[in-house]
């Protein structure tokens, strides 16, 4: 069986940087194990797979090396945008619907000039839990390779979701982050233990500009370029602490990753606030970058 599938760039304009994921877009009656066979072949860290729907509403899958998750937000981004490059949505559709296992997730498409486009995302609705307790916390840090002099001691430490579970942890500067050199089987049992999906430390480069290096070895992931659901999390979790400039019932930051890996990307973040000043709605926005397309054997 031969499978058509894509290989996109999210988060940047420029092939070779940012998040490269696989699309496949059409992978109706393909089950599980064929999906996961399918993002090996790819070499991908996460892939998404259109597996119904049409018109501007679309059925989605998403897997990582490690087997299926319920959102990633790269894959969505390159995905919508790709929809309507390549003619399976229409070329004058400015909204899509996509149906996730986490949420139905809708995507403006944003005409920016030069018959570019780009997508802004409403990621799943933002959740929040307790944070892990000292002794935890003090474990991630070192599993990262730092240790507690690393600890932003002004901006929080938590445990938040638009997607996917991650713990946050904020670190003094950016060139620490990029110093950290991370154990990934400590990460991985800790992962288990805590329940969250990837780790991501991250350091302040202004009000509104943050640097962050994403890590998911449990998902098979040693490190992700550029994330599009922990860094919308990342957003939330830093309008709820009050650290981020509000205006207008809004705050939004940009989150620049991928550096310490030489793949650049660039996430921009709305979040909106209910009027009691609690965020209910991260807007996540990029473009993409088509970088090759191919057939697979299953």
């Known amino acids: 069986m031969k499978l058509p599938y894509l290989l996109v760039d999210a988060f940047t304009r420029t092939p070779g ?18 999906l996961a066979r399918a993002v090996a072949a790819m070499g991908v860290r996460e892939a998404a797979f259109v597996t119904g729907g049409g018109g501007e ?22 995905l919508a945008l790709t929809l ?21 997730v809708p995507v403006e498409l944003v005409d920016v000039g030069g018959g570019r486009l780009e997508a802004v995302m409403r990621e799943p609705a933002p959740r929040f839990q307790n944070p892990p ?8 840090i ?16 938590g445990v938040a979701f638009t997607g996917l ?20 089987e400590r990460l991985a049992e800790l992962s288990r233990r805590l329940g969250v999906g990837t780790f991501h430390p991250y350091a302040p480069m202004g009000p509104r500009v943050y640097y962050a290096r994403d890590f998911a070895p449990a998902l098979g992931i040693l490190e992700d370029p550029v994330t599009g659901s922990a ?4 957003a939330a979790l830093l309008a709820r602490a009050g650290v981020v400039p509000r205006r207008e019932g809004e705050a939004v930051i940009t989150v620049l990753q991928g550096h310490r890996m030489g793949v650049p990307g660039e996430v921009r973040v709305r979040v909106e606030y209910t009027p009691a000043g ?15 397309r191919g057939h697979l054997e299953l």
């Open 17 to 34: 940087t940012g998040n490269r994921v696989g699309l496949v877009l059409d992978a109706r009656g393909l089950d599980p194990n064929q």
């Open 57 to 78: 509403a679309f059925e989605v899958r998403f897997f990582t090396p490690g087997g299926e998750i319920e959102f990633a937000g790269a894959a969505a981004l390159a």
């Open 84 to 104: 309507v490059e390549e003619g399976v949505a229409a070329p004058e559709t400015r909204k899509l619907f996509l149906r996730t296992p986490a949420d139905t």
């Open 133 to 140: 307790g000292y002794l935890e916390l003090r474990a991630a």
């Open 142 to 157: 070192e599993a990262l390779g730092a240790d507690e002099r690393y600890l932003h001691r002004g901006l929080p430490v």
């Open 165 to 184: 579970w991650s713990l946050f942890i904020p670190v003094v500067a950016p060139g620490m982050v990029d110093a950290l050199e991370p154990e990934p």
């Open 231 to 234: 860094n919308g999390a990342l």
């Open 278 to 292: 609690e965020p209910y709605a991260v807007y996540v926005g990029g473009a993409a970058a088509l970088v090759e």
